[in-house]
């Protein structure tokens, strides 16, 4: 009888998980102005906190709806992908992202963004890196170890860069496009490359 009742507890949270997707698929592929009223209403329910005047472009993907905070005037283009289920992610106010950004802290962490910044196409936010210590487990057995990734205030980030867990990226700096950045850069400070390093101050 126990069994029988978990297996139905299961296909009941198979069938409102399946629906769940429907649903989020149906609002984030609706385009046009239309299909941003959709799903700036469907923010105003699902996000912790939704602010006025935001635009999410169609193909948006968000996971973890519950602890993403976003500020007011925040656009987002299209096929933009959010996953914050294990961690937080923060999105102040006048930010821009530009399509197919991923900003994920799914396994945990914190992405925190400030006011009025700009991220260019394809950039890629990890909170999250794989274990690899021990060589007698595989790598995808050792599990993740997370960290936070704070961008401040008036921040352009160019196209395809990367940003790794533990960064800080200070008010008025730059990133140049496709670097990759695995230290903290200072305020008004512009970096690039592969690992990304000063080119010069503003």
């Given at each position: 009888?126990?069994?029988?009742l978990?297996?139905?507890?299961?296909?009941?949270?198979?069938?409102v998980?399946?629906?769940?997707?429907?649903l989020?698929?149906?609002?984030?592929?609706?385009?046009?102005?239309?299909?941003?009223i959709?799903?700036?209403?469907w923010?105003?329910?699902?996000?912790?906190?939704?602010?006025?005047?935001?635009?999410?472009?169609?193909?948006?993907?968000?996971?973890?709806?519950?602890?993403?905070?976003?500020?007011?005037?925040?656009?987002?283009?299209?096929?933009?992908?959010?996953?914050?289920?294990?961690g937080?992610?923060?999105?102040?106010?006048?930010?821009?992202?530009?399509?197919c950004?991923?900003?994920?802290?799914?396994?945990?962490?914190?992405?925190?963004f400030?006011?009025?910044?700009?991220?260019?196409?394809?950039?890629?936010?990890?909170t999250s890196?794989?274990?690899?210590?021990?060589?007698?487990?595989?790598?995808?057995?050792?599990?993740?170890?997370s960290?936070?990734i704070?961008?401040c205030?008036?921040?352009?980030?160019?196209?395809?860069?990367?940003?790794?867990?533990?960064?800080?990226?200070?008010?008025?700096?730059?990133?140049?496009a496709?670097?990759?950045?695995?230290?903290?850069?200072?305020?008004?400070h512009?970096?690039?490359?592969?690992?990304?390093?000063?080119?010069?101050?503003?």
């Amino acid at each position: 009888m126990y069994d029988h009742l978990n297996f139905i507890k299961k296909c009941f949270k198979l069938v409102v998980n399946e629906f769940n997707e429907y649903l989020s698929w149906f609002i984030f592929s609706w385009p046009g102005k239309t299909g941003n009223i959709i799903r700036l209403m469907w923010a105003k329910i699902a996000l912790k906190i939704c602010g006025n005047r935001i635009s999410l472009g169609s193909k948006v993907q968000i996971r973890g709806s519950k602890n993403i905070s976003i500020m007011d005037d925040v656009k987002f283009d299209e096929q933009c992908y959010l996953d914050a289920r294990g961690g937080t992610i923060f999105i102040g106010g006048g930010t821009m992202f530009n399509r197919c950004v991923n900003i994920n802290a799914s396994i945990g962490g914190k992405i925190s963004f400030g006011s009025n910044c700009i991220i260019g196409p394809n950039v890629l936010f990890r909170t999250s890196n794989h274990n690899y210590s021990k060589r007698d487990f595989l790598i995808k057995e050792q599990g993740h170890n997370s960290d936070k990734i704070i961008i401040c205030n008036d921040v352009w980030i160019g196209a395809a860069a990367v940003i790794l867990p533990g960064v800080s990226l200070n008010d008025g700096c730059i990133v140049g496009a496709g670097s990759i950045v695995t230290k903290s850069v200072p305020a008004y400070h512009v970096v690039a490359g592969n690992p990304a390093r000063f080119i010069k101050e503003r």
